[in-house]
Protein backbone atom coordinates (compact mmCIF):
# COMPACT_ATOMS: atom_id res chain seq x y z
CA UNK A 1 0.00 0.00 0.00
CA UNK A 2 2.93 2.53 0.74
CA UNK A 3 4.12 1.72 -2.85
CA UNK A 4 0.64 2.39 -4.10
CA UNK A 5 0.33 5.60 -1.89
CA UNK A 6 3.69 7.06 -2.91
CA UNK A 7 2.78 6.63 -6.76
CA UNK A 8 -0.25 8.21 -6.94
CA UNK A 9 1.15 11.15 -5.20
CA UNK A 10 3.24 11.73 -8.48
CA UNK A 11 1.51 13.84 -11.42
CA UNK A 12 2.38 10.50 -14.07
CA UNK A 13 0.34 8.67 -11.06
CA UNK A 14 -2.52 10.62 -10.50
CA UNK A 15 -2.79 10.49 -14.58
CA UNK A 16 -2.19 6.37 -14.19
CA UNK A 17 -5.38 6.51 -11.38
CA UNK A 18 -7.94 8.47 -13.29
CA UNK A 19 -7.50 6.23 -16.40
CA UNK A 20 -8.38 2.76 -13.96
CA UNK A 21 -11.03 4.74 -12.52
CA UNK A 22 -12.24 5.49 -15.96
CA UNK A 23 -11.80 1.94 -16.81
CA UNK A 24 -13.25 0.36 -14.40
CA UNK A 25 -16.49 2.60 -15.17
CA UNK A 26 -16.16 2.32 -18.35
CA UNK A 27 -16.63 -1.89 -17.98
CA UNK A 28 -19.69 -1.28 -15.67
CA UNK A 29 -21.05 0.79 -18.46
CA UNK A 30 -20.15 -2.00 -21.07
CA UNK A 31 -21.39 -4.56 -18.77
CA UNK A 32 -25.07 -2.22 -18.30
CA UNK A 33 -25.56 -2.09 -21.78
CA UNK A 34 -24.56 -5.12 -22.85
CA UNK A 35 -27.56 -6.42 -21.00
CA UNK A 36 -30.05 -3.52 -21.76
CA UNK A 37 -33.45 -3.79 -24.41
CA UNK A 38 -31.91 -4.01 -27.98
CA UNK A 39 -33.59 -0.51 -29.47
CA UNK A 40 -36.60 -0.50 -30.87
CA UNK A 41 -37.20 -1.57 -34.98
CA UNK A 42 -37.94 2.18 -36.75
CA UNK A 43 -40.58 2.09 -39.35
CA UNK A 44 -40.27 5.18 -41.57
CA UNK A 45 -43.92 6.23 -42.91
CA UNK A 46 -45.53 9.25 -44.51
CA UNK A 47 -48.87 10.10 -44.39
CA UNK A 48 -51.32 9.74 -47.45
CA UNK A 49 -52.10 12.99 -48.91
CA UNK A 50 -54.32 14.50 -51.59
CA UNK A 51 -51.90 16.60 -54.15
CA UNK A 52 -51.51 16.92 -57.98
CA UNK A 53 -49.43 14.34 -59.92
CA UNK A 54 -48.34 15.43 -63.41
CA UNK A 55 -46.97 13.12 -66.02
CA UNK A 56 -44.64 14.82 -68.94
CA UNK A 57 -42.08 13.90 -71.64
CA UNK A 58 -38.87 16.34 -71.99
CA UNK A 59 -38.37 17.27 -75.39
CA UNK A 60 -35.01 19.04 -76.16
CA UNK A 61 -33.85 20.22 -79.36
CA UNK A 62 -33.42 23.73 -80.91
CA UNK A 63 -35.49 26.66 -82.20
CA UNK A 64 -36.52 27.31 -86.00
CA UNK A 65 -38.87 29.40 -87.81
CA UNK A 66 -42.22 27.77 -88.33
CA UNK A 67 -41.14 27.70 -92.01
CA UNK A 68 -38.36 29.34 -94.67
CA UNK A 69 -39.43 30.67 -97.91
CA UNK A 70 -36.95 30.37 -100.77
CA UNK A 71 -37.03 32.98 -103.05
CA UNK A 72 -35.91 32.94 -106.40
CA UNK A 73 -36.27 34.96 -110.39
CA UNK A 74 -38.67 33.60 -112.15
CA UNK A 75 -36.83 35.07 -115.24
CA UNK A 76 -33.19 34.34 -115.66
CA UNK A 77 -30.81 37.17 -115.98
CA UNK A 78 -28.32 39.88 -113.78
CA UNK A 79 -29.17 41.25 -111.06
CA UNK A 80 -29.77 45.09 -111.30
CA UNK A 81 -30.97 46.29 -107.95
CA UNK A 82 -31.28 44.77 -104.34
CA UNK A 83 -33.54 46.73 -102.19
CA UNK A 84 -32.99 44.34 -99.06
CA UNK A 85 -30.05 43.50 -97.04
CA UNK A 86 -29.93 40.28 -94.33
CA UNK A 87 -31.34 40.54 -91.35
CA UNK A 88 -34.02 43.32 -92.21
CA UNK A 89 -37.90 42.76 -91.53
CA UNK A 90 -39.80 42.65 -94.34
CA UNK A 91 -43.57 43.23 -95.10
CA UNK A 92 -45.62 40.49 -97.71
CA UNK A 93 -45.46 41.92 -100.98
CA UNK A 94 -42.25 44.42 -100.31
CA UNK A 95 -40.30 44.69 -103.55
CA UNK A 96 -36.77 42.61 -102.35
CA UNK A 97 -34.71 42.67 -105.45
CA UNK A 98 -34.74 43.57 -109.47
CA UNK A 99 -33.45 42.06 -112.85
CA UNK A 100 -31.66 43.99 -115.88
CA UNK A 101 -35.05 44.56 -117.56
CA UNK A 102 -33.27 45.63 -121.37
CA UNK A 103 -33.66 42.26 -122.79
CA UNK A 104 -37.16 41.07 -121.42
CA UNK A 105 -38.67 44.80 -122.86
CA UNK A 106 -36.85 44.22 -126.17
CA UNK A 107 -38.32 40.55 -126.21
CA UNK A 108 -42.09 41.62 -125.19
CA UNK A 109 -42.13 44.49 -128.19
CA UNK A 110 -40.86 41.45 -130.78
CA UNK A 111 -43.79 39.23 -129.12
CA UNK A 112 -46.36 42.22 -129.87
CA UNK A 113 -45.21 42.88 -133.37
CA UNK A 114 -45.82 38.73 -134.05
CA UNK A 115 -49.28 38.85 -131.99
CA UNK A 116 -50.14 41.77 -134.82
CA UNK A 117 -48.97 39.64 -137.93
CA UNK A 118 -50.71 36.54 -136.56
CA UNK A 119 -53.83 38.57 -136.08
CA UNK A 120 -54.47 39.99 -139.15
CA UNK A 121 -53.99 36.36 -140.91
CA UNK A 122 -56.84 35.01 -138.71
CA UNK A 123 -59.32 37.70 -139.82
CA UNK A 124 -59.08 36.80 -143.10
CA UNK A 125 -59.93 33.23 -142.75
CA UNK A 126 -62.09 33.51 -139.17
CA UNK A 127 -64.97 31.18 -140.75
CA UNK A 128 -63.24 27.82 -141.68
CA UNK A 129 -64.78 24.38 -141.80
CA UNK A 130 -62.16 23.29 -139.26
CA UNK A 131 -63.16 25.41 -136.58
CA UNK A 132 -66.91 24.79 -136.97
CA UNK A 133 -65.75 20.81 -137.13
CA UNK A 134 -64.01 21.41 -133.80
CA UNK A 135 -66.67 23.35 -132.11
CA UNK A 136 -68.81 19.98 -132.93
CA UNK A 137 -66.54 17.62 -131.61
CA UNK A 138 -66.09 19.56 -128.48
CA UNK A 139 -69.90 19.99 -128.09
CA UNK A 140 -70.45 16.20 -128.30
CA UNK A 141 -67.90 15.31 -125.99
CA UNK A 142 -68.95 17.88 -123.28
CA UNK A 143 -72.20 16.51 -123.79
CA UNK A 144 -70.98 13.01 -123.18
CA UNK A 145 -69.41 13.82 -120.33
CA UNK A 146 -71.78 16.21 -119.14
CA UNK A 147 -74.66 13.40 -118.97
CA UNK A 148 -72.05 10.74 -117.34
CA UNK A 149 -71.13 12.91 -114.51
CA UNK A 150 -74.75 13.37 -114.09
CA UNK A 151 -75.60 9.76 -114.18
CA UNK A 152 -72.84 9.06 -111.91
CA UNK A 153 -74.28 11.66 -109.31
CA UNK A 154 -77.84 9.95 -109.22
CA UNK A 155 -76.18 6.67 -109.52
CA UNK A 156 -74.30 7.37 -106.26
CA UNK A 157 -77.14 9.54 -104.48
CA UNK A 158 -79.79 6.31 -105.44
CA UNK A 159 -76.77 3.93 -103.72
CA UNK A 160 -76.44 6.11 -100.81
CA UNK A 161 -80.45 6.34 -99.91
CA UNK A 162 -80.79 2.75 -100.81
CA UNK A 163 -77.93 2.13 -97.88
CA UNK A 164 -79.08 4.38 -95.59
CA UNK A 165 -82.54 2.96 -95.23
CA UNK A 166 -81.10 -0.75 -94.76
CA UNK A 167 -78.72 0.26 -92.42
CA UNK A 168 -81.12 2.30 -90.61
CA UNK A 169 -83.58 0.15 -90.20
CA UNK A 170 -81.29 -3.20 -89.00
CA UNK A 171 -79.57 -0.58 -85.99
CA UNK A 172 -82.80 0.76 -84.93
CA UNK A 173 -83.91 -2.77 -84.62
CA UNK A 174 -81.10 -4.05 -82.62
CA UNK A 175 -80.99 -1.01 -80.48
CA UNK A 176 -85.24 -1.68 -79.81
CA UNK A 177 -84.17 -5.65 -79.12
CA UNK A 178 -81.48 -4.70 -77.29
CA UNK A 179 -83.51 -2.51 -74.80
CA UNK A 180 -85.71 -4.97 -74.45
CA UNK A 181 -82.90 -7.18 -73.19
CA UNK A 182 -81.60 -4.84 -70.71
CA UNK A 183 -84.99 -4.48 -69.69
CA UNK A 184 -84.96 -8.02 -68.40
CA UNK A 185 -81.30 -7.63 -67.26
CA UNK A 186 -82.52 -4.94 -65.05
CA UNK A 187 -85.11 -7.29 -63.24
CA UNK A 188 -82.53 -10.51 -62.86
CA UNK A 189 -79.77 -7.60 -61.38
CA UNK A 190 -82.65 -7.14 -58.70
CA UNK A 191 -83.49 -10.63 -57.97
CA UNK A 192 -79.63 -11.36 -57.99
CA UNK A 193 -79.37 -8.73 -55.51
CA UNK A 194 -82.05 -9.15 -53.45
CA UNK A 195 -81.37 -12.85 -53.25
CA UNK A 196 -77.67 -12.04 -51.88
CA UNK A 197 -79.03 -9.47 -49.30
CA UNK A 198 -81.54 -12.54 -47.97
CA UNK A 199 -78.16 -14.79 -46.88
CA UNK A 200 -78.17 -14.91 -42.93
CA UNK A 201 -76.26 -18.46 -42.82
CA UNK A 202 -73.36 -16.04 -42.04
CA UNK A 203 -71.94 -14.17 -38.96
CA UNK A 204 -68.90 -11.94 -38.20
CA UNK A 205 -68.24 -8.11 -38.44
CA UNK A 206 -66.84 -7.97 -41.93
CA UNK A 207 -69.99 -10.37 -43.15
CA UNK A 208 -72.42 -7.98 -41.47
CA UNK A 209 -70.69 -5.03 -43.19
CA UNK A 210 -70.76 -7.02 -46.56
CA UNK A 211 -74.11 -6.90 -46.14
CA UNK A 212 -74.41 -3.79 -44.65
CA UNK A 213 -73.37 -2.59 -48.10
CA UNK A 214 -74.80 -4.85 -50.42
CA UNK A 215 -78.29 -3.51 -48.52
CA UNK A 216 -77.05 -0.10 -49.66
CA UNK A 217 -77.82 -0.97 -53.57
CA UNK A 218 -81.44 -1.77 -53.16
CA UNK A 219 -82.54 1.08 -53.77
CA UNK A 220 -81.10 2.14 -56.59
CA UNK A 221 -81.60 -1.05 -57.97
CA UNK A 222 -85.11 -0.47 -57.35
CA UNK A 223 -85.42 2.71 -58.57
CA UNK A 224 -83.79 1.60 -62.00
CA UNK A 225 -86.55 -0.91 -62.70
CA UNK A 226 -89.14 1.45 -61.38
CA UNK A 227 -87.76 3.38 -64.37
CA UNK A 228 -87.31 1.23 -66.79
CA UNK A 229 -90.90 0.02 -66.30
CA UNK A 230 -92.42 3.09 -66.36
CA UNK A 231 -90.13 5.62 -68.40
CA UNK A 232 -88.50 3.07 -70.32
CA UNK A 233 -91.30 1.13 -71.15
CA UNK A 234 -93.33 4.18 -72.59
CA UNK A 235 -90.16 5.59 -74.95
CA UNK A 236 -89.64 2.38 -76.23
CA UNK A 237 -93.54 2.19 -77.15
CA UNK A 238 -93.17 5.60 -78.79
CA UNK A 239 -89.80 4.92 -80.36
CA UNK A 240 -91.02 1.76 -82.37
CA UNK A 241 -94.14 3.66 -83.33
CA UNK A 242 -92.12 6.61 -85.04
CA UNK A 243 -89.67 3.95 -86.57
CA UNK A 244 -93.24 2.76 -88.24
CA UNK A 245 -94.02 5.96 -89.14
CA UNK A 246 -90.76 6.56 -90.91
CA UNK A 247 -91.30 3.53 -92.48
CA UNK A 248 -94.78 4.00 -94.19
CA UNK A 249 -93.35 7.51 -95.33
CA UNK A 250 -90.11 5.78 -97.05
CA UNK A 251 -92.70 3.09 -98.53
CA UNK A 252 -94.59 6.22 -100.13
CA UNK A 253 -91.76 7.79 -101.37
CA UNK A 254 -90.09 4.77 -103.25
CA UNK A 255 -93.30 4.08 -104.40
CA UNK A 256 -93.76 7.62 -106.55
CA UNK A 257 -90.42 7.51 -107.28
CA UNK A 258 -90.79 3.79 -109.22
CA UNK A 259 -94.04 5.63 -111.05
CA UNK A 260 -92.46 8.55 -112.19
CA UNK A 261 -94.54 10.81 -110.02
CA UNK A 262 -94.57 13.93 -108.05
CA UNK A 263 -93.08 13.55 -104.28
CA UNK A 264 -93.00 17.13 -103.40
CA UNK A 265 -95.59 16.73 -101.24
CA UNK A 266 -94.21 13.01 -99.57
CA UNK A 267 -90.94 15.16 -98.23
CA UNK A 268 -93.00 17.22 -96.15
CA UNK A 269 -95.08 13.83 -94.49
CA UNK A 270 -91.28 12.18 -93.92
CA UNK A 271 -89.80 15.39 -92.50
CA UNK A 272 -92.70 15.34 -90.44
CA UNK A 273 -92.17 11.86 -88.93
CA UNK A 274 -88.88 12.30 -88.86
CA UNK A 275 -89.41 15.42 -86.31
CA UNK A 276 -91.40 13.14 -84.83
CA UNK A 277 -88.55 10.57 -84.41
CA UNK A 278 -85.96 12.74 -83.29
CA UNK A 279 -88.29 13.42 -80.08
CA UNK A 280 -88.87 10.01 -79.15
CA UNK A 281 -84.83 9.38 -79.70
CA UNK A 282 -84.37 12.29 -77.29
CA UNK A 283 -87.00 10.99 -74.72
CA UNK A 284 -85.71 7.32 -74.89
CA UNK A 285 -82.15 8.57 -74.58
CA UNK A 286 -82.92 9.88 -71.37
CA UNK A 287 -84.73 7.01 -70.07
CA UNK A 288 -81.94 5.28 -70.79
CA UNK A 289 -79.96 7.21 -68.53
CA UNK A 290 -82.31 7.34 -66.13
CA UNK A 291 -83.09 3.76 -65.72
CA UNK A 292 -78.57 2.79 -66.31
CA UNK A 293 -78.10 5.76 -63.54
CA UNK A 294 -78.41 3.81 -60.33
CA UNK A 295 -76.90 0.39 -61.61
CA UNK A 296 -72.87 2.64 -60.99
CA UNK A 297 -74.74 3.32 -56.92
CA UNK A 298 -75.44 -0.79 -57.50
CA UNK A 299 -71.64 -1.40 -58.68
CA UNK A 300 -70.16 0.51 -55.99
CA UNK A 301 -72.27 -1.18 -53.28
CA UNK A 302 -71.26 -4.77 -54.60
CA UNK A 303 -67.88 -3.59 -54.50
CA UNK A 304 -67.67 -2.43 -51.15
CA UNK A 305 -69.43 -5.82 -50.08
CA UNK A 306 -66.09 -7.56 -51.92
CA UNK A 307 -63.97 -5.43 -50.34
CA UNK A 308 -64.93 -6.35 -46.57
CA UNK A 309 -65.45 -10.26 -47.70
CA UNK A 310 -61.68 -9.89 -49.56
CA UNK A 311 -59.86 -7.85 -46.48
CA UNK A 312 -56.81 -9.62 -44.63
CA UNK A 313 -59.31 -10.89 -41.46
CA UNK A 314 -61.72 -12.42 -44.13
CA UNK A 315 -59.95 -12.91 -47.39
CA UNK A 316 -59.35 -16.77 -46.51
CA UNK A 317 -62.74 -17.95 -44.60
CA UNK A 318 -63.90 -20.83 -47.23
CA UNK A 319 -67.50 -20.03 -45.55
CA UNK A 320 -67.48 -16.40 -47.52
CA UNK A 321 -66.90 -18.40 -51.38
CA UNK A 322 -70.07 -18.68 -52.04
CA UNK A 323 -71.55 -15.97 -51.26
CA UNK A 324 -68.47 -14.08 -53.03
CA UNK A 325 -69.30 -15.92 -56.26
CA UNK A 326 -72.43 -14.82 -56.09
CA UNK A 327 -70.95 -10.97 -55.95
CA UNK A 328 -68.30 -11.55 -58.50
CA UNK A 329 -71.61 -12.67 -61.22
CA UNK A 330 -73.77 -10.43 -60.22
CA UNK A 331 -71.14 -7.42 -60.02
CA UNK A 332 -70.36 -9.07 -63.58
CA UNK A 333 -74.24 -8.77 -64.69
CA UNK A 334 -73.98 -4.89 -63.46
CA UNK A 335 -71.18 -4.25 -66.08
CA UNK A 336 -72.62 -5.90 -68.94
CA UNK A 337 -75.93 -3.54 -68.24
CA UNK A 338 -74.12 -0.70 -68.04
CA UNK A 339 -72.42 -1.47 -71.53
CA UNK A 340 -75.59 -2.83 -72.83
CA UNK A 341 -77.35 0.67 -72.33
CA UNK A 342 -73.90 2.42 -74.09
CA UNK A 343 -74.08 0.18 -76.94
CA UNK A 344 -78.06 0.35 -77.25
CA UNK A 345 -77.48 4.50 -77.48
CA UNK A 346 -74.78 4.49 -79.83
CA UNK A 347 -77.16 2.43 -82.17
CA UNK A 348 -79.78 5.21 -81.87
CA UNK A 349 -77.04 7.20 -82.74
CA UNK A 350 -76.26 5.46 -86.00
CA UNK A 351 -80.16 5.23 -86.95
CA UNK A 352 -80.41 8.99 -86.61
CA UNK A 353 -77.28 9.77 -88.69
CA UNK A 354 -78.75 7.16 -91.66
CA UNK A 355 -81.89 8.67 -91.29
CA UNK A 356 -80.41 11.51 -92.29
CA UNK A 357 -78.88 10.72 -95.24
CA UNK A 358 -82.81 9.04 -96.07
CA UNK A 359 -84.07 12.96 -95.59
CA UNK A 360 -81.63 14.47 -97.61
CA UNK A 361 -83.16 11.81 -100.48
CA UNK A 362 -86.54 12.70 -99.61
CA UNK A 363 -86.33 15.98 -99.46
CA UNK A 364 -85.32 16.39 -103.02
CA UNK A 365 -81.73 15.71 -103.59
CA UNK A 366 -83.26 12.00 -105.44
CA UNK A 367 -85.72 13.64 -106.94
CA UNK A 368 -83.29 16.51 -108.41
CA UNK A 369 -80.49 14.92 -109.21
CA UNK A 370 -83.25 12.45 -111.32
CA UNK A 371 -84.62 15.62 -113.07
CA UNK A 372 -80.61 17.17 -113.76
CA UNK A 373 -80.10 13.31 -115.90
CA UNK A 374 -83.00 14.91 -118.04
CA UNK A 375 -82.09 18.57 -118.13
CA UNK A 376 -78.28 17.38 -119.23
CA UNK A 377 -79.28 15.49 -122.20
CA UNK A 378 -81.99 18.00 -123.37
CA UNK A 379 -79.17 20.73 -122.95
CA UNK A 380 -76.15 18.23 -124.74
CA UNK A 381 -78.20 17.65 -127.44
CA UNK A 382 -78.63 21.35 -128.06
CA UNK A 383 -75.45 22.42 -127.91
CA UNK A 384 -74.35 19.59 -130.58
CA UNK A 385 -77.34 20.78 -132.60
CA UNK A 386 -76.29 24.54 -132.54
CA UNK A 387 -72.74 23.38 -133.27
CA UNK A 388 -73.84 21.57 -136.31
CA UNK A 389 -75.25 24.59 -137.69
CA UNK A 390 -72.33 26.48 -137.07
CA UNK A 391 -70.04 23.55 -139.12
CA UNK A 392 -72.79 23.45 -142.57
CA UNK A 393 -72.35 27.65 -142.51
CA UNK A 394 -68.63 27.79 -142.38
CA UNK A 395 -66.72 26.84 -145.53
CA UNK A 396 -62.90 28.10 -144.66
CA UNK A 397 -60.57 26.33 -142.56
CA UNK A 398 -59.22 28.72 -139.66
CA UNK A 399 -57.13 26.06 -137.93
CA UNK A 400 -53.93 27.00 -139.30
CA UNK A 401 -54.32 30.75 -138.37
CA UNK A 402 -55.83 30.17 -134.88
CA UNK A 403 -53.09 28.37 -133.73
CA UNK A 404 -50.71 31.09 -135.31
CA UNK A 405 -52.67 33.40 -133.27
CA UNK A 406 -52.60 31.94 -129.97
CA UNK A 407 -48.81 31.01 -130.46
CA UNK A 408 -48.44 34.58 -130.43
CA UNK A 409 -50.81 35.65 -127.79
CA UNK A 410 -48.83 32.78 -125.49
CA UNK A 411 -45.74 34.73 -126.44
CA UNK A 412 -47.12 38.31 -125.96
CA UNK A 413 -48.13 37.11 -122.20
CA UNK A 414 -44.63 34.83 -121.75
CA UNK A 415 -42.87 37.97 -122.03
CA UNK A 416 -44.83 40.15 -120.18
CA UNK A 417 -44.76 37.97 -117.60
CA UNK A 418 -41.05 37.51 -117.45
CA UNK A 419 -40.34 41.59 -117.56
CA UNK A 420 -43.17 41.30 -114.49
CA UNK A 421 -41.26 38.57 -112.87
CA UNK A 422 -37.85 40.67 -113.05
CA UNK A 423 -38.99 41.95 -109.85
CA UNK A 424 -38.95 39.51 -106.92
CA UNK A 425 -41.67 40.88 -104.20
CA UNK A 426 -41.84 38.98 -100.46
CA UNK A 427 -44.49 36.41 -100.34
CA UNK A 428 -45.63 37.36 -96.40
CA UNK A 429 -44.22 38.83 -93.83
CA UNK A 430 -40.80 37.82 -92.21
CA UNK A 431 -36.97 38.34 -92.00
CA UNK A 432 -34.39 37.87 -94.87
CA UNK A 433 -32.26 34.95 -93.68
CA UNK A 434 -29.49 34.87 -96.62
CA UNK A 435 -28.82 36.37 -100.26
CA UNK A 436 -26.86 34.22 -102.63
CA UNK A 437 -26.10 37.07 -105.48
CA UNK A 438 -24.86 40.29 -105.58
CA UNK A 439 -25.63 43.14 -108.29
CA UNK A 440 -24.12 42.72 -111.27
CA UNK A 441 -23.80 39.19 -110.95
CA UNK A 442 -26.35 36.59 -112.38
CA UNK A 443 -29.29 35.50 -110.25
CA UNK A 444 -28.38 32.62 -108.03
CA UNK A 445 -31.56 29.72 -107.49
CA UNK A 446 -32.26 30.22 -104.97
CA UNK A 447 -31.28 34.00 -105.12
CA UNK A 448 -32.48 34.87 -100.90
CA UNK A 449 -34.29 32.72 -97.99
CA UNK A 450 -36.61 34.94 -96.35
CA UNK A 451 -37.83 32.91 -92.25
CA UNK A 452 -40.86 33.81 -90.75
CA UNK A 453 -40.15 34.42 -87.53
CA UNK A 454 -43.65 35.11 -86.01
CA UNK A 455 -43.98 31.60 -85.52
CA UNK A 456 -41.22 29.78 -83.94
CA UNK A 457 -41.16 25.99 -83.43
CA UNK A 458 -38.85 23.77 -81.24
CA UNK A 459 -38.22 20.66 -83.21
CA UNK A 460 -36.38 17.67 -81.29
CA UNK A 461 -37.07 13.98 -80.72
CA UNK A 462 -38.60 11.28 -78.23
CA UNK A 463 -37.72 7.76 -77.95
CA UNK A 464 -39.48 4.57 -78.75
CA UNK A 465 -40.99 3.96 -74.90
CA UNK A 466 -42.55 7.94 -74.64
CA UNK A 467 -44.03 8.10 -79.05
CA UNK A 468 -47.25 6.06 -77.94
CA UNK A 469 -47.69 8.70 -75.01
CA UNK A 470 -47.76 12.03 -76.49
CA UNK A 471 -50.38 13.03 -78.99
CA UNK A 472 -51.10 16.10 -81.84
CA UNK A 473 -52.55 18.95 -79.51
CA UNK A 474 -51.05 18.30 -76.35
CA UNK A 475 -49.53 21.40 -74.26
CA UNK A 476 -46.27 21.64 -73.60
CA UNK A 477 -43.85 24.88 -71.39
CA UNK A 478 -40.39 25.61 -73.06
CA UNK A 479 -37.95 26.99 -72.09
CA UNK A 480 -35.10 28.07 -73.96
CA UNK A 481 -31.55 27.72 -72.09
CA UNK A 482 -29.72 30.70 -73.65
CA UNK A 483 -32.71 33.21 -72.84
CA UNK A 484 -33.64 33.10 -69.15
CA UNK A 485 -35.27 36.41 -69.02
CA UNK A 486 -37.83 34.78 -71.54
CA UNK A 487 -40.18 33.69 -68.87
CA UNK A 488 -42.09 30.41 -69.22
CA UNK A 489 -43.61 30.25 -72.72
CA UNK A 490 -46.29 27.19 -74.02
CA UNK A 491 -47.27 25.85 -76.85
CA UNK A 492 -48.83 22.71 -78.53
CA UNK A 493 -47.18 19.58 -79.80
CA UNK A 494 -48.05 19.97 -83.94
CA UNK A 495 -46.07 17.40 -85.42
CA UNK A 496 -44.81 13.93 -84.89
CA UNK A 497 -43.09 11.48 -87.28
CA UNK A 498 -45.17 8.45 -88.02
CA UNK A 499 -41.91 6.27 -88.86
CA UNK A 500 -39.02 6.47 -86.94
CA UNK A 501 -35.51 7.31 -87.61
CA UNK A 502 -32.21 5.78 -86.57
CA UNK A 503 -29.57 8.22 -84.30
CA UNK A 504 -26.63 6.29 -83.13
CA UNK A 505 -28.36 2.68 -83.46
CA UNK A 506 -31.36 4.14 -81.51
CA UNK A 507 -35.07 4.91 -82.77
CA UNK A 508 -36.31 8.24 -82.28
CA UNK A 509 -38.98 9.98 -83.90
CA UNK A 510 -38.97 13.76 -84.65
CA UNK A 511 -41.26 16.19 -83.01
CA UNK A 512 -42.61 20.01 -83.02
CA UNK A 513 -43.57 21.84 -80.57
CA UNK A 514 -45.11 25.35 -81.53
CA UNK A 515 -44.58 28.06 -79.16
CA UNK A 516 -47.70 29.89 -78.63
CA UNK A 517 -46.74 33.63 -78.12
CA UNK A 518 -42.53 33.79 -79.06
CA UNK A 519 -40.22 35.99 -76.32
CA UNK A 520 -38.97 38.46 -78.89
CA UNK A 521 -35.78 37.40 -77.31
CA UNK A 522 -35.96 33.96 -78.74
CA UNK A 523 -33.69 33.41 -82.32
CA UNK A 524 -34.00 30.70 -84.35
CA UNK A 525 -30.97 27.99 -83.66
CA UNK A 526 -31.41 28.42 -79.81
CA UNK A 527 -31.32 25.31 -77.79
CA UNK A 528 -34.22 24.59 -75.24
CA UNK A 529 -36.53 22.35 -73.23
CA UNK A 530 -40.24 21.86 -73.93
CA UNK A 531 -41.98 19.73 -71.30
CA UNK A 532 -44.95 17.79 -72.94
CA UNK A 533 -48.27 17.45 -70.09
CA UNK A 534 -49.34 13.81 -71.01
CA UNK A 535 -51.63 13.72 -68.47
CA UNK A 536 -52.34 15.73 -65.24
CA UNK A 537 -54.68 15.21 -61.80
CA UNK A 538 -55.66 17.72 -59.17
CA UNK A 539 -56.88 16.82 -55.99
CA UNK A 540 -56.01 13.69 -55.75
CA UNK A 541 -54.60 11.07 -52.85
CA UNK A 542 -50.48 10.40 -53.13
CA UNK A 543 -47.60 8.49 -52.09
CA UNK A 544 -44.29 8.71 -52.49
CA UNK A 545 -43.00 6.13 -54.93
CA UNK A 546 -40.59 5.10 -52.32
CA UNK A 547 -43.54 3.52 -50.79
CA UNK A 548 -44.82 1.20 -53.12
CA UNK A 549 -43.72 -2.53 -52.98
CA UNK A 550 -43.54 -5.49 -55.56
CA UNK A 551 -43.88 -9.10 -54.69
CA UNK A 552 -44.31 -11.53 -57.45
CA UNK A 553 -45.84 -9.00 -59.70
CA UNK A 554 -48.33 -7.69 -56.98
CA UNK A 555 -47.64 -3.85 -55.87
CA UNK A 556 -49.28 -3.00 -52.85
CA UNK A 557 -48.68 -0.99 -49.56
CA UNK A 558 -47.92 -1.26 -46.31
CA UNK A 559 -50.19 0.74 -43.95
CA UNK A 560 -49.22 1.08 -40.01
CA UNK A 561 -52.33 -0.23 -38.65
CA UNK A 562 -52.25 -0.30 -34.56
CA UNK A 563 -48.45 0.02 -34.95
CA UNK A 564 -48.14 -2.77 -37.24
CA UNK A 565 -46.77 -2.33 -40.82
CA UNK A 566 -50.40 -3.84 -42.39
CA UNK A 567 -49.62 -5.70 -46.24
CA UNK A 568 -52.71 -3.19 -47.98
CA UNK A 569 -54.29 -4.20 -51.73
CA UNK A 570 -54.60 -0.52 -53.58
CA UNK A 571 -55.48 0.70 -56.82
CA UNK A 572 -52.74 2.77 -58.25
CA UNK A 573 -53.55 5.44 -60.88
CA UNK A 574 -50.89 7.99 -62.77
CA UNK A 575 -47.21 8.39 -61.70
CA UNK A 576 -44.24 10.49 -61.89
CA UNK A 577 -40.94 9.96 -61.00
CA UNK A 578 -41.37 10.91 -57.55
CA UNK A 579 -45.28 10.66 -56.98
CA UNK A 580 -47.71 8.15 -57.48
CA UNK A 581 -51.64 8.51 -57.43
CA UNK A 582 -53.67 5.63 -55.15
CA UNK A 583 -57.60 5.47 -56.36
CA UNK A 584 -58.67 3.30 -53.48
CA UNK A 585 -57.19 1.37 -50.81
CA UNK A 586 -56.67 4.25 -48.35
CA UNK A 587 -57.60 6.88 -47.10
CA UNK A 588 -56.26 10.66 -46.43
CA UNK A 589 -54.11 11.11 -43.44
CA UNK A 590 -53.18 6.92 -43.31
CA UNK A 591 -49.45 6.15 -42.36
CA UNK A 592 -48.01 4.43 -44.77
CA UNK A 593 -44.53 2.65 -44.65
CA UNK A 594 -41.49 3.29 -46.55
CA UNK A 595 -38.09 1.43 -46.60
CA UNK A 596 -35.54 1.49 -44.18
CA UNK A 597 -33.37 4.09 -44.45
CA UNK A 598 -29.40 2.60 -45.21
CA UNK A 599 -27.06 2.65 -42.68
CA UNK A 600 -24.31 4.77 -42.58
CA UNK A 601 -20.51 4.70 -41.08
CA UNK A 602 -20.84 7.13 -38.76
CA UNK A 603 -23.09 5.90 -36.33
CA UNK A 604 -25.49 8.18 -34.30
CA UNK A 605 -25.40 9.20 -30.67
CA UNK A 606 -26.15 7.20 -28.06
CA UNK A 607 -26.15 4.39 -30.37
CA UNK A 608 -24.09 1.45 -29.31
CA UNK A 609 -20.60 1.02 -31.71
CA UNK A 610 -17.18 -0.63 -31.27
CA UNK A 611 -18.99 -4.03 -31.40
CA UNK A 612 -20.34 -3.50 -28.25
CA UNK A 613 -24.23 -2.90 -29.46
CA UNK A 614 -26.77 -5.18 -27.27
CA UNK A 615 -29.60 -7.09 -28.77
CA UNK A 616 -33.11 -7.75 -27.17
CA UNK A 617 -36.95 -7.43 -27.86
CA UNK A 618 -39.30 -4.15 -27.64
CA UNK A 619 -41.87 -2.65 -30.12
CA UNK A 620 -41.47 -0.22 -33.48
CA UNK A 621 -40.79 2.87 -32.79
CA UNK A 622 -42.41 4.98 -35.22
CA UNK A 623 -40.51 7.91 -36.71
CA UNK A 624 -43.13 10.57 -39.29
CA UNK A 625 -42.60 12.53 -42.06
Known amino acids: MSVLRGILMTWPGRVFAVALVGLLGGGAVFVSRANAPAAKTELRTQAVTKGSVIQSVAVSGSVAAMNQTKLTFRSSGKIAEIYVSVGQQVTAGQPLAKLDTTDLEAALAQAQANLVTAQNNYNRTASTTSDAQKALNQARQQAAQDLATAQAALSKLTANYTSAKNNSSLVMGAAYSD ?48 FSSTLLFAALSDYQRSRDELGVAINQFDTAIAAGGDTSSLSAGFTSAMNSYNLTVSRLNSAIDATNGPLSQVSSAVTSAQAFLNNSSSRYNAFYDELRGDLAALLAAVTNEQQLASNTKTKITQGTTYLGTVNDAIGGSLATAMQNVTTTTQRGQQSIDAAQTSLNAKPYDVASSQASVDNAATAVQTAQTNLQNAVVTAPSAGVVASIASQVGETAANPFMVLANTTSLVLHGTIGESDVAKVKLGLVANVAVDAVSSAGRMTGRVTSLDPVATIQSGVPVYGIDVTIDLPNAQVKPGMTGTATVIIASKQGVLTVPNLAIRTTNGRRYLQVLKDGEAVDTDVVFGIANDTTTEVVSGVAEGDLVVLPAARATATARPGAGGGGFGGGGGGGPVIIGR
Open 179 to 226: LLTYQTGINAIYSQLDAATQVQTQSGADFKSAMSALYGGLTPITNARS
